[in-house]
């Protein structure tokens, strides 16, 4: 049980790193400091948005309108950082 509990950790781990890179990109992205001309940058954009926008399409699902604000890639991380904190205070249940 230790071991799955220490895979979902890093799972989650990898998906908060993906989340996080998503925002820091699209940041980039607005302000004009990287333009999705560039081939890399173009397909790092369209590869990380086929990640993120399932789990953040059903979120802004349930989020009301809010204008120009997105709110999904906050709640996504409030609830990694939920289940982070669960597996963290029970796998020393498993030694």
Known sequence: ML?????????????WFIVIVHIILSWL???????????????????L??????????????????????LSPVIVLLILFAIRTVIQNNMYQFY
Request: proline share 6%; glycine share 6%; charged share 10%.
């Open 49 to 70: 948005n086929r990640l993120v926008e399932p789990v953040y399409s059903r979120i802004r699902a349930f989020l009301p309108n809010m204008g120009g604000l997105d």
């Open 3 to 15: 071991s799955l509990m220490q895979i979902l950790y890093a799972i989650t781990s990898v998906v």
């Open 29 to 47: 992205v607005n302000f004009q400091v990287l333009n999705l001309r560039q081939p890399l940058v173009a397909q790092i954009w369209s590869g």
